[in-house]
């Protein structure tokens, strides 16, 4: 944001420059001659580059006014959805449970089914938002969105309508994107569906890569720019295009001109959000009739900084009764995940806090086999806790389990040394392969270790 702020008084005092070197030219002018020779050229020129500068002035302000608006509502969104998020773990979970027992019968069975559908729809939703808010934890690592976007075109192929002409355009070289994966194709996956349903008499769909050198004018132009080497990912289709008051809204969370049930108004909102986390820009380009263009740009990666993609997990084992300290403030999802351990034949401690969570470590450290810990806690929190916990035991195996981070808290928790990351909410049987993954490959000669963790 500020330096959207900034950006605006480099411009005001950069055309206040150029406009002092015209009028000094006036004058020289005015000097050499002993007339007004030249002066009226020079006054149009001015006025011209005031112009000029001016409309740009007003577009960075725009800008300006479009990026406030759009953390605004990320902030409400993603406070909401960190909340839901947590009442649909509880909820999941305990169906879950409620599902393995085999007294429930036929008919309750199938009424959980549908509940639990629902809850993968709410579910979505939520991850949705947390998207839009850049609040979703993401796993970075070097993307070749050439790679990304022929794998999503292959798995669209068969569902997009023959009507519908997909073209891939790639460029043969371009650099990797530190990005997560999942997400980029997510990206793709929101444009190529937005394109196809703008043309439902069928029509040209274009998916292009490209590389790009952002110069100074662009990012003059385009606020929240990186100058430097870019991936330009574009996708364009010739569709029914949109309004300029469509277009005004068309990264706003929840705006859609699709009717009831057909669409949530949350794709081009993530992707939004997406770009953003991956420190790229997005542009739209339409107008009704003639098609849509939306162009993201994400910054090339630095090669040093990347790490491999890592492993799949193991499949699940059955826990083989070690002793795990649950440490969680939502006192339904320690009593939840309590049950769901105990249920997969661990030994679980529970406890409501960080400061609760080192007096247990001081009591049972011997038994203690792994540490489940909640970030977002009050109190002295996930970190601190963390903290202490390798403090007293460089080698405690801390697994950690949020729902959310706001500038990637797990990564940082894992960098500091935590063995692996759930995100919440997690089905019971992806915490059973985690607990039994982090146990079972624990310890610096560990298949698969480093510093980012298991994931
Ligand atoms: N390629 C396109 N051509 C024309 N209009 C588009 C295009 N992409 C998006 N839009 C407009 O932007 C709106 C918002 O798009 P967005 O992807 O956020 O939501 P949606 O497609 O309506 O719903 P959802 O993605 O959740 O199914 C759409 O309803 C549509 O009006
Ligand atoms: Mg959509």
Same mark, same amino acid.
């Not at 020079?42 to 005031?50: G, P």
């Not at 190529?192 to 050198?213: H, K």
């Not at 090339?300 to 440490?327: C, F, H």
């Given at each position: 944001?500020?330096?959207?702020?900034?950006?605006?008084?480099? *411009?005001?005092?950069?055309?206040?420059?150029?406009?002092?070197?015209?009028?000094?030219?006036?004058?020289?002018?005015?000097? /050499?001659?002993?007339?007004? !020779?030249?002066?009226?050229?020079?006054?149009?020129?001015?006025?011209?580059?005031? *112009?000029?500068?001016?409309?740009?002035? @007003?577009?960075?302000?725009?800008?300006?006014?479009?990026?406030?608006?759009?953390?605004?509502?990320?902030?409400?969104? @993603?406070?909401?959805?960190?909340?839901?998020?947590?009442?649909?773990?509880?909820?999941? +979970?305990?169906?879950?449970?409620?599902?393995?027992?085999?007294?429930?019968?036929?008919?309750?069975?199938?009424?959980?089914?549908?509940?639990?559908?629902?809850?993968?729809?709410?579910?979505?939703?939520?991850?949705?938002?947390?998207? !839009?808010?850049?609040?979703? *934890?993401?796993? /970075?690592?070097?993307?070749?969105?050439?790679?990304?976007?022929?794998?999503?075109?292959?798995?669209?192929?068969?569902?997009?309508?023959?009507?519908?002409?997909?073209?891939?355009?790639?460029?043969?070289?371009? @650099?990797?994107?530190?990005?997560?994966?999942?997400?980029?194709?997510?990206?793709?996956?929101?444009?190529?569906?937005?394109?196809?349903?703008?043309?439902?008499?069928?029509?040209?769909?274009?998916?292009?890569?490209?590389?790009?050198?952002?110069?100074?004018? !662009?990012?003059?132009?385009?606020?929240?720019?990186?100058?430097?080497?870019?991936?330009?990912?574009?996708?364009?289709?010739?569709?029914? %295009?949109?309004?300029?008051?469509?277009?005004?809204?068309?990264?706003?969370?929840?705006?859609?001109?699709?009717?009831?049930?057909?669409?949530?108004?949350? %794709?081009?909102?993530?992707?939004?959000?997406?770009?953003?986390?991956?420190? %790229?820009?997005?542009?739209?380009?339409?107008?009704?009739?003639?098609?849509?263009?939306?162009?993201?740009?994400?910054?090339?990666?630095?090669?040093? =900084?990347?790490?491999?993609? &890592?492993?799949?997990?193991?499949?699940?084992?059955?826990?083989?009764?070690?002793?795990?300290?649950?440490?969680?403030?939502?006192?339904?999802?320690?009593?939840?995940?309590?049950?769901?351990?105990? &249920?997969?034949?661990?030994?679980?401690?529970?406890?409501?806090? +960080?400061?609760?969570?080192?007096?247990? !470590?001081?009591?049972?450290?011997?038994?203690?086999?792994?540490?489940?810990?909640?970030?977002?806690?009050?109190?002295?929190?996930?970190?601190?806790?963390?903290?202490?916990?390798?403090?007293?035991?460089?080698?405690?195996?801390?697994?950690?389990?949020?729902?959310?981070?706001?500038?990637?808290?797990?990564?940082?928790?894992?960098?500091?040394?935590?063995?692996?990351?759930? %995100?919440?909410?997690?089905?019971?049987?992806?915490? =059973?392969? /985690?607990?039994?993954?982090?146990?079972?490959?624990?310890?610096?000669?560990?298949?698969?270790?480093?510093?980012?963790?298991?994931?």
């Amino acid at each position: 944001m500020s330096d959207c702020t900034n950006e605006l008084e480099r *411009e005001v005092a950069r055309l206040r420059k150029v406009n002092q070197v015209l009028m000094d030219r006036v004058e020289r002018s005015v000097d /050499k001659s002993g007339s007004d !020779f030249g002066l009226f050229e020079h006054n149009i020129l001015l006025q011209k580059h005031v *112009e000029a500068r001016t409309a740009e002035l @007003g577009k960075l302000q725009n800008d300006l006014y479009q990026a406030q608006k759009m953390e605004a509502v990320g902030i409400l969104a @993603g406070g909401v959805a960190h909340d839901f998020n947590n009442l649909l773990h509880v909820m999941r +979970g305990n169906i879950e449970l409620l599902a393995r027992d085999m007294s429930i019968g036929s008919q309750g069975r199938e009424r959980l089914k549908a509940v639990i559908r629902s809850q993968d729809r709410a579910a979505e939703l939520v991850r949705q938002l947390l998207l !839009f808010s850049r609040k979703a *934890e993401s796993c /970075k690592v070097a993307v070749d969105v050439n790679r990304e976007a022929r794998e999503v075109v292959r798995m669209l192929e068969r569902t997009i309508p023959k009507m519908v002409s997909l073209e891939l355009h790639l460029a043969p070289k371009i @650099g990797p994107v530190s990005g997560d994966p999942v997400q980029i194709e997510q990206v793709l996956l929101n444009l190529i569906n937005n394109a196809v349903d703008a043309m439902p008499e069928g029509g040209r769909l274009v998916v292009e890569t490209s590389s790009v050198d952002l110069d100074q004018d !662009f990012v003059q132009l385009h606020a929240d720019a990186v100058a430097g080497p870019h991936v330009l990912l574009t996708v364009t289709d010739t569709g029914c %295009g949109m309004d300029s008051a469509t277009l005004k809204h068309v990264f706003d969370p929840f705006f859609t001109t699709k009717g009831v049930g057909q669409g949530t108004g949350l %794709g081009l909102a993530s992707v939004y959000g997406i770009v953003k986390g991956h420190g %790229g820009h997005i542009h739209c380009c339409s107008e009704s009739g003639r098609g849509a263009t939306f162009r993201i740009y994400l910054p090339v990666a630095d090669p040093v =900084e990347e790490t491999p993609k &890592d492993q799949e997990p193991e499949p699940p084992l059955r826990g083989g009764g070690e002793t795990i300290l649950v440490v969680d403030d939502e006192a339904d999802i320690l009593e939840l995940t309590r049950e769901a351990l105990e &249920d997969m034949g661990f030994t679980v401690l529970g406890v409501a806090s +960080g400061e609760e969570a080192l007096d247990a !470590f001081h009591k049972h450290r011997p038994t203690i086999d792994l540490i489940l810990l909640d970030l977002n806690m009050p109190g002295m929190g996930g970190h601190k806790c963390l903290r202490e916990l390798l403090h007293l035991d460089p080698a405690a195996c801390v697994l950690i389990a949020s729902g959310y981070s706001a500038h990637g808290q797990a990564k940082q928790a894992l960098a500091s040394g935590a063995k692996g990351y759930i %995100g919440k909410p997690y089905r019971l049987r992806e915490l =059973e392969a /985690k607990v039994r993954e982090v146990l079972d490959y624990s310890g610096p000669d560990a298949p698969g270790w480093g510093h980012t963790g298991h994931f």
